[in-house]
């Protein structure tokens, strides 16, 4: 059984499938990442909750996606059952407790948990182009795009602020170029056309205020548990991308918002990453980059990332050498790539004398799993065969009632139901238009003499009469008898264009120059 300084995970076995002892994993080495991995139907998610359950008792807020609803029993007290049982007596786990835990229910679309945004500026324009899967030229663009709006004090909260700024950008693409470099029309269009299916995936769900704080994902309870952040994502997964671009914007935001704490004596917070594969697939390398960055700095901010995946080389190796607490479930080898899996999973295990490690991956039972963990000085466990501990909580989903019951009671109720649409640059840049029409509708109403200081044209209605006693007390001059010749010199010039031939032009001239000299 697990002391108050680590998490129960389950009690390994000994060659003869006899007890052996239990398997922690020492909080002041859970903000050294970790990885959950294994093939569907071995027990990743099960593994997942009896982990948050852990950190969740120990005082440590956890955030975590729910890909298929399972996850959300968390919230519930656990139920007796046969097998459940049965486990807890082969793993010696007496008194085997059931417990609810402390849930905050999320969802980017605001239908299962509270509505969850971050503004496009907090987003930024390397995981925007990301998201939306632009070329190199097309993130050069965007990249512009954020400087100009950071150079003229533009907010970018919302899709339609950056769908403005990327209008005005295009409209000013001379101006711009001479300082920043080209930006073609057609780049800011395929970026237009980008936010446009992001906008019909549901992106506008997501970008807007109010964003999320990352205090309220880091809450503990009045009896000192942490809080379970459950981030319903069977919708989401729909969008991959979105999904995965949200994440590591989240985990990003963590890096930057907490302060440095060193190594605690627990993790401030753990961060589980579900179908982690989706956040490297087809990723550019810079994204990979960031991940790794990210991954390899956040521990000095007190957060633990644990990668749940199906295969390990989902994660790439840079990411891989920075998770130190694995929980590895069977894996099928039936083809080539899942054999190259088994023994990469295999050969990143300290051995174990008493198995074979590739062996056994394949053979593993439903919850039953190969675990190591940091020990002291933070070395790596030798690998154990393990059962995995039931979880106290509840097995399997809550009900649509059970759930809207939490999102009521819940701490954050209110905070983020209602969008707020102050204003940035989208505004702005209405304003701006609207300030320039009326401009140009000033500067033509002068022109054509509606502000008393154009042209006038005698007979046309437009002239001052003069006053009595003759003279002209208007605010138009008196027109001179050169502006009467002017015009009819235009009439006549009109004329001669009329005529297409050149001995015609030439007639038609000499015509009008002696009516010319009548005038």
Same mark, same amino acid.
């Given at each position: 059984?697990?002391?108050?300084?680590?998490?129960?995970?389950?009690?390994?076995?000994?060659?003869?499938?006899?007890?052996?002892?239990?398997?922690?994993?020492?909080?002041?080495?859970?903000?050294?990442?970790?990885?959950?991995?294994?093939?569907?139907?071995?027990?990743?998610?099960?593994?997942?909750?009896?982990?948050?359950?852990?950190?969740?008792?120990?005082?440590?807020?956890?955030?975590?996606?729910?890909?298929?609803?399972?996850?959300?029993?968390?919230?519930?007290?656990?139920?007796?059952?046969?097998?459940?049982?049965?486990?807890?007596?082969?793993?010696?786990?007496?008194?085997?407790?059931?417990?609810?835990?402390?849930?905050?229910?999320?969802?980017?679309?605001?239908?299962?948990?509270?509505?969850?945004?971050?503004?496009?500026?907090?987003?930024?324009?390397?995981?925007?182009?990301?998201?939306?899967?632009?070329?190199?030229?097309?993130?050069?663009?965007?990249?512009?795009?954020?400087?100009?709006?950071?150079?003229?004090?533009?907010?970018?909260?919302?899709?339609?602020?950056?769908?403005?700024?990327?209008?005005?950008?295009?409209?000013?693409?001379?101006?711009?170029?001479?300082?920043?470099?080209?930006?073609?029309?057609?780049?800011?269009?395929?970026?237009?056309?980008?936010?446009?299916?992001?906008?019909q995936q549901g992106g506008n769900n997501f970008f807007g205020e109010p964003a999320l704080k990352i205090a309220d994902i880091m809450r503990t309870t009045r009896d000192g548990r942490g809080a379970i952040n459950v981030l319903a994502a069977d919708k989401l997964m729909m969008n991959p991308r979105l999904y995965a671009t949200f994440l590591l914007w989240l985990l990003s935001e963590l890096f930057e918002v907490l302060p440095e704490v060193g190594d605690p004596d627990k993790p401030k917070l753990v961060f589980f990453f579900d179908e982690a594969h989706l956040l490297f697939d087809e990723a550019p390398k810079i994204v990979v980059d960031r991940?790794?960055?990210?991954?390899?700095?956040?521990?000095?901010?007190?957060?633990?990332?644990?990668?749940?995946?199906?295969?390990?080389?989902? %994660? +790439?190796?840079? /990411?891989?050498?920075? !998770?130190?607490?694995?929980?590895?479930?069977? #894996?099928?080898?039936? =083809? *080539?790539? $899942?054999?190259?899996?088994?023994?990469?999973?295999?050969?990143?295990?300290?051995?174990?004398?008493?198995?074979?490690?590739?062996?056994?991956?394949?053979?593993?039972?439903?919850?039953?799993?190969?675990?190591?963990?940091?020990?002291?000085?933070? %070395? +790596?466990?030798? /690998?154990?065969?393990? !059962?995995?501990?039931?979880?106290?909580?509840? #097995?399997?989903?809550? =009900? *649509?009632? $059970?759930?809207?019951?939490?999102?009521?009671?819940?701490?954050?109720?209110?905070?983020?139901?209602?969008?707020?649409?102050?204003?940035?640059?989208?505004?702005?840049?209405?304003?701006?238009?609207?300030?320039?029409?009326?401009?140009?509708?000033?500067?033509?109403?002068?022109?054509?003499?509606?502000?008393?200081?154009?042209?006038?044209?005698?007979?046309?209605?437009?002239?001052?009469?003069?006053?009595?006693?003759?003279?002209?007390?208007?605010?138009?001059?008196?027109?001179?008898?050169?502006?009467?010749?002017?015009?009819?010199?235009?009439?006549?010039?009109?004329?001669?264009?009329?005529?297409?031939?050149?001995?015609?032009?030439?007639?038609?001239?000499?015509?009008?120059?002696?009516?010319?000299?009548?005038?």
């Open positions: 059984m697990a002391q108050d300084d680590s998490i129960f995970i389950g009690a390994s076995r000994k060659p003869d499938d006899s007890y052996q002892r239990p398997e922690d994993l020492l909080l002041k080495y859970g903000n050294r990442h970790g990885l959950v991995t294994g093939a569907t139907g071995t027990g990743k998610t099960v593994t997942l909750q009896i982990l948050a359950e852990g950190f969740s008792n120990a005082g440590v807020p956890v955030f975590c996606a729910d890909i298929k609803g399972d996850l959300s029993g968390i919230a519930m007290m656990g139920e007796a059952k046969d097998f459940l049982t049965a486990r807890a007596e082969a793993i010696k786990l007496d008194p085997y407790d059931f417990q609810e835990f402390p849930v905050i229910f999320w969802d980017l679309f605001g239908e299962q948990g509270h509505p969850i945004r971050a503004t496009i500026s907090e987003m930024g324009p390397l995981l925007l182009s990301r998201l939306m899967n632009l070329s190199e030229a097309q993130e050069g663009v965007l990249n512009i795009a954020f400087r100009i709006a950071d150079e003229e004090g533009m907010l970018l909260l919302d899709m339609k602020d950056l769908q403005s700024l990327l209008a005005n950008v295009a409209e000013r693409a001379d101006e711009i170029g001479a300082r920043y470099g080209n930006v073609t029309k057609p780049s800011v269009g395929a970026i237009q056309r980008s936010l446009l299916v992001l906008e991940v790794e960055q990210v991954v390899r700095l956040i521990r000095s901010k007190g957060v633990g990332v644990y990668f749940v995946t199906q295969n390990p080389l989902d %994660v +790439p190796e840079t /990411v891989l050498a920075q !998770l130190g607490n694995r929980v590895q479930h069977a #894996l099928r080898a039936y =083809t *080539p790539r $899942e054999q190259k899996a088994v023994k990469t999973a295999a050969d990143t295990f300290r051995p174990n004398p008493d198995f074979d490690c590739a062996k056994a991956i394949t053979q593993l039972g439903t919850g039953e799993a190969l675990v190591s963990t940091l020990e002291a000085k933070g %070395v +790596p466990s030798m /690998v154990q065969r393990t !059962l995995i501990r039931p979880p106290a909580s509840r #097995l399997g989903p809550i =009900t *649509p009632q $059970e759930r809207q019951k939490l999102i009521k009671e819940s701490p954050v109720a209110g905070q983020y139901d209602q969008t707020v649409d102050r204003e940035s640059a989208f505004e702005m840049l209405q304003k701006k238009a609207l300030d320039a029409q009326k401009a140009q509708e000033q500067a033509q109403q002068a022109n054509t003499g509606g502000g008393g200081g154009g042209w006038t044209i005698p007979g046309f209605g437009n002239d001052t009469p003069p006053a009595s006693g003759g003279r002209n007390t208007g605010s138009a001059p008196r027109p001179r008898t050169s502006n009467r010749q002017t015009v009819t010199e235009a009439a006549l010039k009109s004329v001669v264009r009329s005529v297409g031939s050149s001995v015609g032009r030439a007639l038609v001239r000499g015509i009008l120059g002696s009516l010319k000299k009548g005038f």
